[in-house]
């Protein structure tokens, strides 16, 4: 049985470089259990999602972060792919709505690389989080402690490895957002 989370609003923070099924897995879990998902960039139009490092599909951007309210959504999602975080964390605006997203004590979820724009929003100091492992050194120097789990959830921080494991991050996530668990 599929958690509900009817009524909910979900951040999904990407730009060009996003890991597709890190993206697509977890937005169609959203919007299976009664969610809204959006796609929240640093750009308008579309954003060029890939396959490791092959072009896959492209997405309609829905809102620019620089306009994206934090109030407007319930909770925010992360996904991977090794540009698409780079990316993201050189970008003041996403910096900020990220942190308003902790601030706010608003669930978030991050797979693979997403964690990546944690480090840069200085949200992770005293957590435990789990990630792609090329990322634990910065997690450390960040003041979190790494762990290799398929699925860590510390206060509402949901976060994952890997592709393979989006079955329990998509589990997780939604648990999540539907008991409003909070990062504090």
């Known amino acids: 049985m599929t958690t509900s989370i009817k009524g909910k609003r979900v951040a999904f923070l990407a730009t060009d470089g996003v890991e597709e099924i890190e993206y697509t897995q977890p937005r169609a879990a959203v919007e299976k259990a009664g969610g809204t998902a959006e796609l929240v960039s640093i750009k ?3 954003i060029q999602a890939v396959n490791h490092l092959d072009k896959a599909a492209t997405y309609r951007v829905e809102q620019q972060v620089k306009d994206a309210d934090v109030d407007r959504y319930d909770a925010l999602v992360l996904p991977g792919g090794v540009a698409n975080p780079d990316f993201l964390r050189m970008d003041p605006d996403v910096v900020r709505f990220v942190r ?13 690389h997403g964690p990546w724009t944690l480090v840069e929003a200085g949200v992770v100091d005293g957590r435990t989080l ?11 120097n960040a003041g979190a402690t ?7 959830v510390d206060n509402g ?7 393979d494991d989006l079955p329990a ?16």
């Open 100 to 112: 308003e997203f902790f601030t706010a004590g608003k669930p978030v979820a991050a797979i693979c």
């Open 130 to 140: 789990t990630s792609w492992p090329s990322l634990r050194t910065d997690l450390a």
């Open 44 to 46: 308008d139009g579309e």
């Open 157 to 163: 921080l949901v976060t994952s490895r890997k592709p």
């Open 146 to 152: 790494w762990v290799d789990e398929q699925v860590f």
């Open 169 to 184: 991050f998509c589990d997780a996530m939604l648990e999540a957002i539907a008991r409003e668990q909070q990062p504090a």
